[in-house]
């Protein structure tokens, strides 16, 4: 519906003609039309401007037939134009409508009713087909101008249209294209196969739906160059919904998926040794185990770790010990087929798994064969470096049928090679397993040990064997594990000297012993001197001493009230820093006291070197007093030195009336024991301190 007033050219020199026609659509109901009549074509053309439609004579005074269209048309293609003629005119007429009039009527016949409507509905269909085309213009430019290439298809699949970016990455040009099956334009494969892939074009159309394409997908332009594409497809359809064609976007990916390969290289690489990493490791072996079961074959991973690569690294610089571990991995590599796989772990550890194992001892004979190579020096800048390894092996399905499992016994496996002397190699047994668990759960619920607030301390007395009286108190650690209930130490403080955390553990001993005593002390109780167990874990870490001091100034004991209990191991090694230690805490005020005397090289010269003021002879001497000569002997002979170097001598473990009289007999100043007491909780032993312990044999 056109509402508003349109201009109308009318071209005619027939006034009769232009009459009637002035009459029809002036008088028109439905359109509103203001009509220039003018008798020449030259005049026509001055008037175009603003001319919504031209009703045209072809033959004027001053242009005859199909001219006087062209010379219209030239100007103003976008104004429809409707030629008026006679029937003798017809051919003409027909010839103008094949060059782009809208349409033709004879003059003689005008319907005064019609030709409004004719007029009309010419003017609308020009403004439509406009329209259409800046649409078209427009999405024409912006294909263009999108980084994705953009392809369509008719329904039997014949190109119909390629963007620029589509020409350039198939190589074919939109004209040339037009018409060809998809097939020949668009060249697609697997990347992995090679095979063809499936046309997503024809696939969207058959479906009815959008398609993505297969993944890894490869375009092989015109001249065979390839690239890596990634999109999807989507059918076309019509008005009524039916699919007419298919539409495909798509991009050239090789940068991407370039990248993609190269991150996923290094993510699964071990960047100084270029060796597959854990990750890769795991995969492989995952897919090794699955391969196996199918064929019912064997496998065995072999878990290798440097012996004493620590002291190179700290020695040498970190750079020497890098070198080394490529030096190691090459040889590795020599060793194994190379269908199997050498992997860097991380640190000094790798591992080899072999593919094709026909029997175990095949993998010992691998790893002998690993071990020689690694014996052979190393030759890192001037350095000739000597390094050995300690295996552990696992065979599936033997050892486990999981990657975990198998990784977790190759470990083990190893670390008893490692104990039972390096340079060697060990395969997993299951003993080792049962232990090796055991171990990693406690360890890892000592981890939360304190945290949880699941230690604790008993007390024991130690005793004045002359008088019966209470001397002093030894705190020893309890566990109460959340499952196993209460864990003795011989369970767990070897663990934890092991993995470190005797360090903090050993923190809170200290603050909860002296923070008890004191609290005793306030109570109005005897000041008594409170003994603890110090690993030599503990007091090699640094700044043990100045922890101890702020202990004892956080709780307030006085430091006479605080004896360190330390083992002969402790005082064996390092004696220069061992003795500076030592030293600091006597500076301190501390009491040091030698525990389980006797049971280590137990040399009597660097008792004398060392500032201890106690010995406690170990409870195996005192189990055997009665019944063995020796340990009797060496009983009183520890007694008789103590005397003479002016320490104070503890017996440990005195559990009988019998052992009591003998250490008695030989005056051994003071005792500690189950005869005595147990070692008790806090409030248990308050009554100790109040009411004292059994006084029987002193009576
Ligand atoms: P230790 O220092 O030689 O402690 C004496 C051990 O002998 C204690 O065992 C005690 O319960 C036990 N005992 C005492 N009297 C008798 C007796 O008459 N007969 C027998 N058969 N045993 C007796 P416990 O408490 O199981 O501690 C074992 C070891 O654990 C300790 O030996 C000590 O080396 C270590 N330990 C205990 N507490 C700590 C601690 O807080 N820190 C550190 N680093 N080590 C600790
Ligand atoms: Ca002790
Ligand atoms: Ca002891």
Known sequence: MISMSQRILLIQDDAAAAKAILDALSNSIDESFQVQWVRRCSEGLERLAGTAAILVDLFLPDSRGIETFDRLFRVAPQIPILVLCTPQEEETAKLAVQCGAQDYLFKARLDAYLLPKAVGSMIE????????FEEKERAQVTLNSIGDAVMSTDISGQVTYLNA????????????AIGHPLEDVLRIVNGATREPAPNPMALAIRENKIVALTPNCILIRRDGVESAIEDSAAPIHDRRGQVTGAVMVFHDVSVARAMILKMSYLAQHDSLTDLPNRV?????????????????????????????FKHINDSLGHIVG????????????TCVRSSDTVSRQGGDEFVVLLWEVKHAPDAAVAAEKILQALREPHLIDQHELHITGSIGIVTYPDDGTDAETLMKKADFAMYHAKETGRDSYQFFKSEMNVQAIERQSLEGSLRHAIERQELLLYYQPKINLATGGMTGVEALIRWHHPQRGLVPPGQFIAIAEECGLIVPIGRWVLSEACRQARAWQAAGLPPMCVAINISSVELRAPGFASGVRAILRETGLEPRYLELELTETFLMQDSRSTAEVLKELKEIG??????????GYSSLSYLKRFPIDAV???????????????????????????????????????????QLAILQEHGCPQGQGYYFSRPVPAVEFRQLLEFGVRSTAFA
Do not use: C, Y
């Open 125 to 132: 269909r020009a403004a439509n087909s406009e329209a259409l």
């Open 165 to 176: 970016i589509a020409e350039s990455l198939t190589g074919w040009s939109k004209d040339e």
């Open 590 to 599: 501390v009491l040091l006291a030698l525990d389980d005397f006797g049971t």
């Open 280 to 308: 890769l490791l795991n995969d492989r072996l995952t897919e090794a185990i699955a391969l196996s079961s199918r064929h019912e074959r064997k496998l065995a991973v072999l878990f290798l770790d440097l012996d004493r």
């Open 322 to 333: 890098d070198r080394l571990l490529q030096s190691v991995g090459r040889r590795l590599f």
């Open 616 to 658: 406690k002879i170990d409870q195996s001497f005192v189990r055997d007093l009665t019944t063995d000569p020796d340990d009797a002997g060496i009983v009183t002979a520890v007694i008789a030195m103590g005397r003479s170097l002016h320490m104070r001598v503890v017996a440990e473990g005195v559990e009988t009336r019998e």
